[in-house]
């Protein structure tokens, strides 16, 4: 969380947020289906400029910090969980496959496998959008792509 908020003038972030949320050096560990996952919970536009959705996230945490100074670790805890951000996201959302079966993933063990596949709620989901990004790598959402969508 750190790494990226502070890091926010660097030109990854001139980037779409969904191509921003493949660079391993700010996101390591998210790849093409966690990041079609969380940017669908939080309804962001995969093409929305990776600053502008960012930047928003560090306004709202000095907002909160201003607000409520003294509030205890374990109740920021919980209200990060009970209303998480594209940051928390990162987290959470990769750990949710984590504490899965090993054999999720695997298509030989179809009980497994369709269970995976009732979890994506975007990732390959028959009537969601997709399109390319600039890396050619296909990104699903619904609704409006972004200001930075290719043509």
């Not at 390591?28 to 929305?48: H, Q, S, T, V």
């Not at 003294?70 to 928390?88: A, V, Y």
Request: charged content about 30%; glycine content about 4%.
């Amino acid at each position: 969380r750190e790494n990226v908020l502070r890091n926010l003038g660097d030109k990854a972030f001139d980037r779409p947020i969904c191509e921003a949320l493949l660079n391993q050096k700010f996101f390591n560990g998210i790849g093409n289906y966690l990041r079609a996952e969380i940017l669908y919970r939080l309804k962001i536009p995969p093409f929305e400029k990776a600053r502008t959705v960012l930047e928003a996230l560090k306004d709202q945490e000095q907002a909160r910090r201003k607000e409520n100074p003294s509030l205890t670790l374990s109740r920021k805890l919980k209200l990060m969980r009970e209303n998480p951000d594209l940051l928390e996201l990162c987290h959470t959302v990769p750990m949710e496959v984590l504490a899965a079966d090993k054999n999720l993933f695997d298509p030989d063990h179809s009980d497994n496998y369709a269970a995976f596949k009732n979890w994506l709620q975007c990732y390959l989901v028959p009537g969601m959008s997709s399109l390319r990004d600039r890396n050619g790598r296909t990104i699903w959402f619904q609704g409006e792509p972004g200001p930075m969508a290719p043509k």
